[in-house]
């Protein structure tokens, strides 16, 4: 029973930092329901027989005179519902104040990639290439980062989903248990493809065995790091992962110039060092909240239910990165002669021109960052505005505030396009950094594949607005559609043409993308009233 007791006691505490002083037993409820807590939790957890029983005692503790008196609320006597009225000028100042505030902050937490594109232009390495790979070793490394990002890229998701939802609700015990859990099942998912592709290659003989193990510790070591920075996001730590990799990138990049270690081994110390860090943080960092909140764990992490959650969101994560390796595999795997040593081999123009193009993805990143938090904060402002019985203004005036925030991708877009070009080809020049003329297949594929990611980035806003009010189906489809579009039209044109074409395909289907994701995204859009209230 007195264990019973404290477990109220803390819950009690729990709800009350969330909403002070509540107004009635149903608004207890709520919370409790949101907070993940079931019928069968207030009998099994709480000794109690029913949730709603389970809310009149906390409902009663912490209204209670004594309670409020040792217990003074930070919160106002019903301030969730009092409705603030906003004027258009104040709408504007926000939003101005976020696009200033979210767009570095995106460009910000972009700066470990941008760190590494730094270094090769003034060094020609970086923590996972180095130019004076040969084309064999190159293929191993590229093909390893690829394994990685891809064998990992659907429980980012999950653990972004997870940890984001025990973040909420105070619950570090849990987030550190799912956040071991889900990196335990993402090496395991690893570990499966990796033995399935081993035995593939036994009876194929697709490529040496040597050159395999080279694949697998660049693939295991990228997605161990991949996994380890996705638990910073939610935790809103990321700046860790900026100090994990520019510590990691120096000590790589000297063990390069002033020792005679293998560059395999600097690349894989470096990786292993941000890793190593970023563990050390996280290990603090959790040890830190669960002393201070004094948290009584209420959550169970069930296989079955997190699968049920997330899956989709799983699907979805694994397929964005499918996608966005579709066109190079394309690509490498035919050539101009139609002769290859190997089934995917390396090929320096085509992969040049893709990474130019991907810089513009990354610089649009910080407008994603401010379309959602805009969005979040302006529907949280037009509900508290806008009367509950005029739900069309409500839909009509976010839909306003949705073009308006594509209209920034695509100017940005265009801006960074222009920047990017002068950058290039004008101020500093590919040659004078690398020593050579860029390639006029580099020079197309680089158009193309912009193109295509500025409106690969659009897709993804859509499916993050999607995402917001946990609508996960719709983006999902999309995603599947457009890589089959990408592999179909990027095959036919690679085989037909020549293979740098294979870029089509990737613009053909990023275009399916974020034609699909429009549509989903303007219907949800009119409905938006409904799944506002319904995800809350």
Do not use: C
Not at 323 to 332: N, Y
Not at 481 to 486: D, E, G, K, L, Y
Request: charged fraction near 15%; hydrophobic fraction near 50%; charge should be positive.
């Amino acid at each position: 029973m007195k264990e019973f007791e404290r477990k109220i006691e803390q819950l009690g505490l729990d709800v009350y930092d969330k909403v002070g002083k509540p107004v009635n037993v149903n608004v207890v409820r709520a919370m409790l329901e949101s907070m993940s807590i079931r019928a069968i939790d207030a009998k099994t957890d709480y000794g109690v027989d029913d949730l709603q029983e389970l809310a009149k005692i906390v409902f009663s503790q912490i209204t209670s005179a004594d309670f409020i008196a040792v217990h003074p609320s930070k919160l106002k006597v019903n301030d969730q519902f009092k409705s603030e009225v906003t004027s258009a000028s104040d709408y504007l100042r926000i939003k101005t104040k976020y696009f200033f505030y979210y767009y570095p902050l995106g460009l910000f937490h972009g700066l470990p990639v941008f760190i590494q594109i730094l270094t090769i232009i003034l060094f020609g390495y970086s923590l996972w290439t180095y130019i004076g790979f040969n084309q064999l070793q190159s293929t191993a490394v590229v093909l390893g980062v690829i394994f990685g990002l891809v064998g990992t890229g659907g429980f980012v998701q999950v653990i972004g989903r997870q940890i984001s939802h025990y973040w909420y609700n105070n619950d570090f015990v849990m987030a550190r248990k799912s956040t071991i859990e889900v990196i335990k099942d993402g090496l395991l998912f690893m570990s499966v493809l990796s033995v399935l592709l081993l035995v593939v290659n036994f009876f194929a003989n697709i490529y040496p065995y040597r050159f395999l193990y080279i694949v697998y510790i660049y693939s295991f070591s990228i997605g161990i790091l991949l996994l380890i920075s996705a638990v910073f996001h939610p935790l809103k730590q990321r700046w860790m992962i900026t100090v994990a990799f520019v510590v990691a990138t120096g000590l790589a990049l000297s063990l390069k110039l002033f020792t005679n270690i293998d560059t395999y081994f600097t690349h894989w110390i470096g990786i292993w060092v941000a890793i190593i860090l970023m563990v050390i943080y996280l290990n603090y960092f959790f040890n830190k909240k669960m002393k201070a909140t004094r948290n009584v764990s209420r959550a169970t992490s069930k296989a079955a239910v997190m699968i049920y959650r997330n899956y989709r969101y799983f699907f979805y994560g694994l397929l964005f990165f499918v996608f966005i390796f579709i066109d190079r595999i394309l690509a490498w795997s035919t050539s101009a002669d139609g002769l290859l040593p190997y089934a995917v081999y390396y090929e320096k123009n085509y992969e040049v021109g893709m990474d130019i193009a991907i810089l513009i993805f990354f610089l649009l990143v910080g407008v994603l960052e401010f379309s959602i938090a805009s969005f979040s904060t302006l529907s949280d402002l037009l509900q508290k505005q806008i009367p509950y019985n005029q739900p069309k203004v409500f839909n009509r005036k976010s839909l306003k505030t949705y073009w308006e925030h594509v209209q920034i991708l695509l100017i940005t877009g265009v801006v960074m396009i222009a920047l990017l070009y002068t950058v290039i080809w004008v101020w500093f020049g590919y040659e004078r950094a690398f020593n050579e003329t860029l390639s006029p297949i580099s020079i197309k594929v680089s158009i193309l594949g912009g193109l295509g990611y500025i409106l690969l980035a659009w897709g993804m806003l859509n499916s993050l607005y999607l995402f917001t009010l946990n609508k996960p189906t719709k983006p999902l489809k999309a995603i599947m559609i457009a890589s089959v579009v990408n592999l179909v039209v990027g095959l036919f044109l690679s085989r037909l043409v020549s293979y740098e074409y294979s870029v089509v395909g990737m613009l053909v289907g990023s275009t399916t993308f974020m034609l699909l994701t429009l549509k989903s995204v303007t219907e949800f859009f009119k409905n938006l009233d409904y799944y506002y209230y319904a995800a809350y």
